[in-house]
Nanobody, 120 residues
Framework: QVQLVESGGGLVQPGGSLRLSCAAS????????MGWYRQAPGEERELVAG???????YYADSVKGRFTISRDNAKNTVYLQMNLLKPEDTAVYYC??????????????WGQGIQVTVSS
């Protein structure tokens, strides 16, 4: 059974930083791409960043240069380092297991989501 548990969210001031973690279990983590998505109130869920099984990365234009996705296969964990946060980054962030080793449509397994609020 696939399980994804996000942590690290919270309230931060504009310009601040947070690091999200997603601990994964129930599948061969090193063989799958992983993604971070977010959903703001009244908006559709969107891909923020993805990482392939080999470490290739993708970023949405809105977060390029500010966010960094990484993975630790020994710990079955994927991270999202978020710097220079803006109020428009406020959303619930979700971890997702890719369908294969490369980037593509999201898989069916999602974490529970974690709130990130950027506000002064």
């Amino acid at each position: 059974q696939v399980q994804l548990v996000e942590s690290g969210g919270g309230l931060v001031q504009p310009g601040g930083s947070l690091r999200l973690s997603c601990a994964a279990s129930g599948f061969t983590f090193s063989s799958h791409a992983m993604g971070w998505y977010r959903q703001a109130p009244g908006e559709e869920r969107e891909l923020v960043a993805g990482i392939t099984s080999n470490g290739g990365t993708y970023y949405a234009d809105s977060v390029k240069g500010r966010f960094t996705i990484s993975r630790d296969n020994a710990k079955n964990t994927v991270y999202l380092q978020m710097n220079l946060l803006k109020p428009e980054d406020t959303a619930v962030y979700y971890c997702n297991v890719g369908r294969g080793s490369g980037l593509g449509p999201p898989g069916t397994a999602w974490g529970q989501g974690i709130q990130v609020t950027v506000s002064s």
